[in-house]
């Protein structure tokens, strides 16, 4: 899957436990923030803000094999267990670089990172509010397509809103997967600029 990275686009694939070595943990460890995103101490990987709330901000982080993993960055004094139910957690870690520090966006007023880390499976998608028929900007075609999904998926969503609490718009994302995968199919355009067939399923990734 193409995705962009300021003005760079990587071809890339999402990472499995296996492909984590000692030089990620190596690397991780020594990441910084700054001006909404990360500073990485090498400059083949590269990262890219995807949101926060109160209690965490989460990143997407591509290292040198075209492999990209999400990254959270935790509050823990705020931080309620908000989890990703539908996919794999890798690793908790410690980053001194991110202890004590002050997230600037204003919209993240009173985030304070702690220095733990999550390391998660990345999700390529939109949130439930809004699908996009193209990543680089809202269009005419988004509301058909979100409206289509929305009744195909409905049943699935108000499942998770009766087995978890704080289900919402932001926190379950329209997933954008291969067609030999579960979902709906949709037809989209990638960073790539390419129109593609797809398959549209549901991921909660910060439900309790």
């Not at 990262?47 to 990143?59: D, T």
């Not at 979100?146 to 997933?175: C, I, P, W």
Request: a positive charge; hydrophobic letters at 40%.
């Amino acid at each position: 899957m193409p995705l962009k990275f300021g003005d760079e686009i990587r071809v890339v694939s999402k990472i499995k436990a296996e492909d984590f070595t000692t030089t990620h943990h190596e690397i991780l460890s020594k990441i910084r923030y700054n001006g909404y995103n990360l500073v990485i101490p090498d400059g083949a990987w590269r990262s890219l803000f995807l949101g926060a709330g109160e209690e965490k901000a989460v990143f997407c982080i591509c290292d040198s094999n075209q492999h990209v993993f999400a990254l959270e960055a935790l509050d823990e004094r705020t931080y309620l267990g908000g989890r990703f139910v539908g996919g794999e957690y890798f690793f908790d870690m410690l980053v001194s670089g991110l202890r004590n520090v002050m997230a600037e966006n204003k919209a993240m007023s009173g985030l304070i990172f702690t220095g733990k880390v999550r390391i998660r499976e990345f999700v390529h998608g939109f949130e439930w509010a809004r699908f996009q028929f193209n990543p680089g900007q809202t269009g005419r075609h988004d509301w058909p397509l979100t409206a289509y999904l929305r009744a195909g998926l409905a049943a699935k969503f108000n499942g998770y809103r009766s087995q978890y609490q704080d289900v919402h718009e932001r926190n379950v994302l329209f997933e954008i997967r291969a067609m030999r995968e579960r979902g709906l199919p949709a037809i989209v355009r990638g960073w790539s600029r390419k129109i593609k067939l797809v398959r549209v399923g549901l991921q909660p990734i910060d439900v309790r």
